[in-house]
């Protein structure tokens, strides 16, 4: 009897379906939230949480960002 993977699939769907690609669309083809010039690190204590600049902010984990998430219609290339 061949196993069913029931959680095939899941990482990329959360990779596209953020916060940011449901309110404001896709982005550019094969570009991630990593070279977004709104992609910013946040220190609190000793630890560094990525946050978006488009996004409202709390202190919990409920805003953080991931940089490897496909971009959304707002980004914008990060200078160099």
Known sequence: ME???LFQGIESLERANHEMRRVYGPGPEGKTCRTCRF????????RTYLKCMMRIHTNGPGTD????????????????
Do not use: T
Not at 39 to 46: A, C, E, G, H, M
Not at 70 to 75: P, S, T
């Open 39 to 46: 992609l910013y690190r946040k220190r609190r204590d000793s």
């Open 65 to 80: 960002h991931k940089a490897g998430w496909l971009a959304c219609a707002k980004y914008e290339e990060a200078e160099k």
């Open 3 to 5: 196993q069913i993977e």
